[in-house]
């Protein structure tokens, strides 16, 4: 069955420090990954998107690497502000898929000043 | 470059009634896609539509159905609606076979 899990669940941290979240999914085969930030009650907003030969994607203070061999990704949030406080979602789709993206409950992440 | 709009933002039903969401398609995508998310949940896939017919569906019920129009324009009916039809829904859009989907900002459907 095609899944996608994200950990953790929750995450508090202060202003300015670093973070990173995790990813691990069984969706195959594989065409990309992608990374979105969703604030409450708001549509997801791209952040990053990978395909299988890509490793490390930045884009700002944010950067997601892959491995597709072990089928983890993770997000790297670098001197966090408090307007990273919002839901980060895994998505991975495979090839053919139509559409059907297959979503992470997400980490939720509050940063504190 | 217009981003994806649904309409309502917001909408309160009575279980057992019918409702459409609208979504208008960031300008040059041709696709779109509708997706449920419940509260405290990742977003479901529901359908796909391209060129004005269902691309590809999810794990949901006929009572589920859409129409894109020719101006890729989408709305998705839910009829006989259901409590657990209370969520989040989302829109988005993409050129075929592109990685790029744009979401709007959801309509939240209410079913009491």
């Known amino acids: 069955k095609n899944q996608v899990e994200q950990s953790p669940q929750s995450l508090i941290i202060l202003e300015g420090k670093n973070c990173t979240l995790q990813c691990n999914y069984t969706v195959s085969p594989f065409s990309n990954l992608r990374w979105y930030k969703q604030d409450t009650g708001r549509g997801p907003v791209s952040l990053t998107i990978?395909?299988?030969?890509?490793n490390t994607k930045s884009n700002g203070r944010y950067t997601a690497t892959l491995d597709a061999d072990t089928k983890q990704s993770s997000l790297h949030i670098t001197a966090s502000q408090l307007s990273d406080s919002a839901s980060y979602i895994c998505v991975v789709s495979a090839r053919g898929s139509q559409g059907n993206l297959i979503f992470g409950k997400g980490t939720k992440l509050s940063v504190k000043p | 470059e217009t981003g994806v709009t649904q309409s309502p933002t917001h909408l309160i039903k009575t279980r057992g009634q019918q409702v459409t969401l609208r979504c208008s398609s960031q300008s040059g995508h041709n696709t779109v896609s509708w997706y449920q998310q419940a509260l405290g949940q990742g977003p479901q896939f529901i359908f796909q539509y391209y060129r004005e017919e269902e691309n590809g569906r999810g794990n949901f019920p006929p009572r589920f159905s859409g129409l894109q129009f020719p101006n890729y324009s989408s709305e998705l009916n839910v009829n006989a609606l259901e409590l657990d039809d209370s969520a989040l829904y989302l829109c988005a859009s993409s050129l075929r076979n592109d990685y790029g989907y744009t979401f709007g900002s959801g309509t939240r459907l209410t079913v009491v």
């Open positions: 990978m395909i299988f030969s890509e």
